[in-house]
């Protein structure tokens, strides 16, 4: 899923990836739907799609239409503050900034429908430089960053144009969304928003997803994504989702990354619940061709990772997050300079009662083989950075 900066391209820079798990984190509410009743929580909309440790309103305010039936309005108002050692570029030791303003409108009856979410976010990632809400807004996906027009002639079969979520990932675009406040170092490397068609099918415990878009957010419809989502039982899950891009592209803003716009990407993600317990192990591989044109030399990433959640009671969540990702290839740097390799751990305690939440997190990046410069700290030397963070807001 695409969008925020990552791990220093050049020294105090990095393209912003935001995925939309929504980035979308595996197929965001494909994987939601097959999880059906094994579920930590049921959100009462399928979108935006929630993860285990937050739940999203159980009465959302509806407005009853004679054109398009039910229009539900729901939003997430949620702000963060925290600390920090190695700060990287123009970032600060400390900081207090809104993660989310937004407002989400959507139908979900009748064979068209749509889902509009409008506001300003952040995309609050480790291991990289924080980015104001104010600033990575207009530099991604402007104050619209999801909206499409679904057409679903039956049950089982429908079809989306518009600002998509991405089919690849584990973890979602927006932090609301998430186990954790901050996005991982795995989910860095995947896109997050896509314009385009996308094309959905389930029969039994089986969907299928399928769509042609722009890839990192490119303008150029050359991507070709795609997600199987498989049911085992009501515990169980296994999804395989993989895309690239058909042709090469030039294209490279603070929203497009370069190299990540023009690799293929494969994941295997499987989902447990048991009881109060949610786990998810997944994998993750990209590979970058050589592309002489745009100086691209050949290069990969392998990623693994665990999410896990466990509901403590009705207002106690812990969720935590640990992972791995180690690159190869010279000349083309996908973390912190060539051939470089990182783990981190997140822990995030929640508190939530209805709409209101509070939570808190401690996360720490270690990184081996950096090219010096690209590295953390102001100088780009350092192999490590703790956060602590604080996140608290309305889901209404």
């Avoid at 220093?8 to 059906?36: P, Q, T, Y």
């Avoid at 996906?141 to 089982?156: C, L």
């Avoid at 973890?171 to 406040?181: A, C, P, V």
């Avoid at 691209?296 to 959640?309: D, F, H, P, V």
Wanted: with cysteine; glycine share 10%; aromatic share 10%.
């Amino acid at each position: 899923m695409l969008v925020q900066p990552c791990a220093n391209a050049r020294r105090g820079e990095r393209r912003l990836i935001d995925s939309l798990k929504g980035s979308a984190a595996a197929g965001g509410v494909f994987l939601a739907a097959a999880l059906g009743a094994g579920a930590a929580h049921a959100d009462p909309l399928g979108m935006p799609p929630m993860s285990a440790s937050l739940s999203a309103n159980a009465n959302p305010l509806s407005i009853d239409t004679e054109l398009f039936g039910p229009i539900h309005v729901t939003g997430a108002v949620t702000g963060m503050g925290y600390v920090q050692n190695h700060p990287m570029g123009a970032d600060k030791k400390s900081r207090i900034d809104a993660t989310s303003a937004q407002v989400f409108l959507q139908t979900t009856e009748g064979p068209v429908q749509f889902y509009i979410q409008a506001g300003a976010y952040s995309i609050p990632t480790i291991g990289v430089p924080y980015t104001k809400a104010a600033d990575l807004t207009p530099a991604t996906f402007d104050v619209i960053p999801q909206a499409y027009v679904k057409i679903a002639p039956t049950e089982n079969f429908s079809i989306q144009v518009g600002k998509l979520p991405t089919l690849i990932g584990a973890e979602y675009t927006f932090s609301f969304q998430n186990l954790n406040i901050q996005r991982g170092l795995v989910w860095n490397q995947e896109n997050a928003v896509n314009r385009g068609v996308q094309v959905n099918y389930s029969t039994g415990p089986v969907s299928f997803s399928a769509a042609l878009g722009d890839g990192f957010y490119s303008d150029k419809l050359s991507w070709l994504s795609g997600l199987v989502a498989f049911a085992i039982d009501e515990s169980n899950v296994l999804a395989v989702a993989a895309g690239g891009n058909l042709s090469n592209s030039g294209q490279s803003t603070s929203a497009t990354p370069q190299i990540q716009n023009n690799q293929d990407i494969y994941n295997v993600i499987y989902t447990h619940t048991s009881g109060p317990l949610t786990l998810t192990p997944y994998f993750q591989y990209t590979k970058i061709h050589e592309t002489r044109s745009l100086g691209i030399a050949e290069a990969s990433s392998t990623g693994l990772a665990l999410l896990a959640n466990y509901n403590i009671d009705d207002n106690w969540k812990l969720a935590g997050r640990a992972e791995y990702i180690w690159t190869k290839g010279a000349g083309t740097n996908l973390l912190y300079g060539d051939g470089s390799d990182a783990w981190s751990l997140t822990v995030t305690p929640t508190w939530q009662q209805g709409i209101f939440f509070v939570r808190g997190e401690l996360s720490y990046v270690k990184a081996k083989d950096i090219t010096p410069g690209l590295g953390m700290g102001r100088l780009g030397l350092d192999r490590s950075q703790t956060r602590a963070l604080l996140e608290t807001g309305f889901l209404f």
